[in-house]
Every structure is written in structure tokens, then in C-alpha cells.
């Protein structure tokens, strides 16, 4: 009787620690999450152009504007030990990237910076292993970004009919809605009942749709020059087809070749969860 006794009460004791473990193991929790991309297949993202004596120079911005550092917040939730789903909101903050002139035949010098500024929703799907202490875990899912801007800015110095001028240049561009893909493989290692801390290596592949702009500033040796311009000449439009080198309405925003803006990138992040 004694040894029916106390197997009984190991039973009793295994499936309350098995009930117990299932039930932290398909909890809800919290995300809080930082990661640093790298651009992931670094293309040209961007052009600056100045006129010097009626020649264009052209200076071209390459990258990635996902590359730097991002924060996500989100909630998650195992349906059973090995499947779940997550939902995130991500703050993109693009790194700044800057290109240089460097013209030598009218002494052009200067540089530009460009960045993005994104917030991206990302639903994923969750796949595991039904380890409770520690978890190797993958994630599959969208990237949607809901909101962006674009941020150039230009200070260039030239010399034209003997005179320096000295260019500079504030724009701002937005975007459409754009859907892409996101993807990561990770370990989260739980150091106490309601915390468990993770690292990863995460992934995004996704082009931001940049559909019109604007200048904020725009000075030649300091003097404003946004009160003479016409609408065509501090705001703009991309499309994807026309005929761009057709006079244009001065009343209108000035249309450009639509350009996908490179946000992809590959990234290692660090994070906690927090289990309800």
C-alpha cells in the first residue's frame, strides 16, 4: 500500500508539473525587441542632381535604408508548445547615409544625407520546440509598412561665371503602403517564470513606395528661395511611365521615374519576453 501510495503521488506530482509547463509554455507574452540591420542586397536608392552652367551633375546614393537600428513592441501567443503567432509593431530608424561630390571640373564639393523613417506592422507565424527553459524558435511573416518618410539633405558649393555659390537642400518624401516579407531563427532561454531573454538573427526583404515630395529648404548662399519657386520646382510626383522631359506645368508637382527605395536588410536583435 505504501509504495501504491507514494506512486500515486509521484503521478499526481509529474502531470501538475507537465500541466503547469504546458500551460507557461502556451501563455501570451510580451515582445520587446531591438535589432541592427545590415544592408541586405545594397542597391540605389537614391540620386542627387545639381545644375552647374546648364550641366547636370548627378551623384547617386547606394544602401539599403533598412540598414541601422530598429525597436519592436509586440504580443505573442503559442497555440499549442510548437505553433503560435505574433503580432509587431516595428519603429525602422534608417541609418543615415551620405555620398560626397566630388566634381573637379567646376570645383564641385559637398555632400549629401539621405535616411528613412519607417513603422512597419509584421504578423508571423511562430514555429518551435516544446522546450520550456530553453527554446530554438523561427518566425515567418510580413512586413507592411504603414507609414514612412524619406529625409535628404544637400549642401553643395560650386563655382558658376566666376562666382561661389553655395546649395543647400532639405526634402522630404512619403510613401504608400508597401508589403514585404520577414523572416528570422532564434533561441529565447526563460531566467524566471514571467522573463525570458532571446537573441536572433532576423531578416527583411521589402522596398518602400515612395510616391511624392517636397523641399523643406532650399537656400543659395543663404538667402530662401522657397517663396519664387513655382510648384513644380519644390514639389514632385513619381510615376511609373511619361514623358518626363516635356514641359511641365508650372502649377503642377513635377513628375519622376518611380524608383523603389531598397529597405531590406539582415539583422541580429536581442530581446525579453515576458509571459503573462
Known amino acids: 500500500m505504501k509504495i501504491n501510495s507514494l506512486t500515486i503521488h509521484l503521478a499526481c506530482l509529474l502531470l501538475l508539473f507537465t500541466t503547469t509547463a504546458a500551460a507557461q509554455s502556451t501563455a501570451p507574452y510580451l ?70 561630390y566630388n566634381g573637379t571640373e567646376d570645383s564641385i564639393n559637398g555632400d549629401v544625407t539621405d535616411y528613412a523613417r519607417s513603422v512597419l506592422f509584421k504578423p508571423l507565424i511562430v514555429i518551435r520546440n516544446s522546450g520550456d527553459l530553453l527554446s530554438i524558435y523561427t518566425k515567418l511573416g510580413l512586413a507592411i509598412a504603414v507609414n514612412t518618410r524619406r529625409h535628404e539633405h544637400v549642401n ?18 512619403q510613401a504608400k503602403a508597401k508589403v514585404g516579407f520577414s523572416a528570422c531563427f532564434g533561441l529565447s532561454f526563460r531566467v524566471a517564470e514571467a522573463i525570458s531573454l532571446f537573441t536572433e538573427i532576423n531578416g527583411q526583404m521589402l522596398s518602400l513606395s515612395i510616391d511624392r515630395g517636397h523641399y523643406t529648404q532650399n537656400t543659395i548662399n543663404g538667402v530662401d528661395q522657397l517663396p ?49
Open 228 to 276: 519664387q519657386l513655382t510648384t513644380s520646382q519644390k514639389s514632385w510626383v513619381y510615376r511609373k511611365s511619361g514623358f518626363f522631359d516635356a514641359p511641365n506645368d508650372p502649377n503642377q508637382p513635377e513628375p519622376r521615374l518611380y524608383n523603389p527605395a531598397n529597405a531590406s536588410y539582415i539583422g541580429i536583435g536581442v530581446g525579453i519576453l515576458y509571459h503573462f
Open 156 to 173: 553643395v558649393q560650386f563655382i558658376t561665371d566666376a562666382q561661389g555659390i553655395q546649395l543647400v537642400t532639405t526634402s522630404q518624401e
Open 31 to 100: 515582445i520587446f525587441k531591438t535589432t541592427y540591420g545590415f544592408a541586405g542586397n545594397p542597391q540605389k536608392i537614391n540620386e542627387a542632381e545639381v545644375t552647374v552652367q546648364g550641366k547636370a551633375y548627378t551623384k547617386g546614393i547606394y544602401g539599403s535604408y533598412g540598414k541601422g537600428v530598429n525597436f519592436q513592441l509586440g504580443i505573442g501567443k503559442m497555440i499549442n508548445p510548437n505553433f503560435g503567432f505574433e503580432v509587431n509593431v516595428e519603429y525602422l530608424m534608417g541609418q543615415k547615409m551620405r555620398a560626397y
